[in-house]
C-alpha cells in the first residue's frame, strides 16, 4: 500500500509541530494560517519548503513501524518544492 502527503517541516522544535496535509494546497493553506511561521524559517526562507513525502507499506503495523524509528519514514521525501 501506499501513503501520500504533503509536509512542512518545523525546524525549531518537535516534528510533530511539523504541517501535515493531503494536498499542497490545503499544507500551504495551514501555512499561511500559522500564526508562528518562525518555526518552519528557522534554517533560513530558503528551507521553508513544501514536501511530498510518500511511504510505501504492507500493512497497519509496517506503517506504525516506518513512522516511529529513528529514521522516520515521514522525513523520507521525493521531492520538495517552494512555498507559494
Do not use: P
Amino acid at each position: 500500500m501506499k501513503l501520500v502527503y504533503w509536509k512542512i517541516q518545523c525546524h525549531n522544535d518537535s516534528n510533530v509541530y511539523s504541517i501535515r496535509a493531503k494536498t499542497k494546497k490545503e499544507a500551504i493553506k495551514l501555512y499561511n494560517e500559522d500564526w508562528n511561521k518562525d518555526g518552519y524559517k528557522a534554517w533560513g526562507e530558503e528551507n521553508a519548503y513544501v514536501k511530498k513525502i510518500v511511504i510505501n507499506y504492507e500493512d497497519a503495523f509496517d506503517l506504525v513501524d516506518l513512522m516511529l524509528s529513528e529514521d522516520s519514514a515521514d522525513n523520507w521525501s521525493e521531492k520538495k518544492y517552494v512555498i507559494k
